[in-house]
């Protein structure tokens, strides 16, 4: 079975600047995939960004980046120039295929951050 | 325009009751979810179809049946709810891995 481990519950940054998330997983499966999701205080699920476990190159949208180390089995997420709108609870997934199509998420506790005026 | 709905929003029940929850994609994706996230935020996969058959069945009581009519459709029944049922729904749908979610149901339990 795999777990996925968040290790700080709350974080806070001040706007503009840049925070990183950790994660950490354990799996024993070679293909997978890797997600950060968003979940502001509407409870909306928002996917942040996806990194397949084949890419060696680190996935990057605007702001947000990750560090995938695949051997350390560690993907942590890094938010440059902070905005308030960034607040909220992020989630660190791991994805394997569980067959006819189907894929299973295991999800993180997440990490609750708050960006600071 | 929304790529995943699910109603209602917002269910307030007795203890013993039989409720739904009904979810929508329009993104023809042949694959739909169900997760519940707890009081404390921790998501938990339930069920999972692929064309409307069946692949995912965690560990959930029998008094919950999902039904999917067809793959854009997965509507999820819950039977003789009780105090601990109390959380929050998601319904989400793939393609290609990827899972989009809808807003959520919060359902609370009396």
């Known amino acids: 079975a795999q777990t996925v481990t968040q290790s700080q519950p709350e974080m806070s940054v001040q706007e503009a600047e840049t925070v990183t998330l950790s994660c950490t997983y354990d799996t024993s499966e070679n293909n997978y995939y890797l997600f950060w999701y968003k979940q502001p205080p509407s409870r909306q699920m928002i996917l942040v960004i996806r990194?397949?476990?084949?890419?060696?190159q680190n996935a990057t949208e605007n702001r947000f980046s990750v560090n995938f180390q695949k051997a350390a089995k560690s993907f942590s997420l890094k938010i440059s120039d902070s905005q308030l709108g960034d607040t909220a609870m992020y989630f660190c997934a791991f994805m394997k295929r569980s067959g006819a199509g189907s894929y299973q998420l295991t999800f993180g506790k997440g990490t609750k951050l708050s960006v600071i005026p | 325009d929304t790529a995943v709905s699910q109603t209602p929003k917002y269910l307030v029940t007795q203890m013993g009751n039989d409720k739904s929850i009904k979810c929508e994609q329009n993104l023809g994706h042949d694959t739909m979810y169900w997760y519940k996230q707890d009081s404390k935020k921790f998501l938990k996969i339930m069920f999972s179809y692929n064309n409307k058959e069946l692949i995912i069945n965690e560990t959930v009581p029998n008094r919950f049946s999902p039904k999917s009519p067809d793959k854009a459709h997965l509507n999820l029944h819950i039977n003789s709810l009780e105090l601990g049922d109390s959380a929050v729904y998601f319904c989400?749908?793939?393609?290609?891995?990827?899972?989009?979610f809808g807003p959520g149901t919060r359902l609370l339990v009396l």
């Open positions: 989400a749908s793939s393609q290609a891995g990827t899972q989009y």
């Open positions: 990194q397949e476990a084949y890419k060696q």
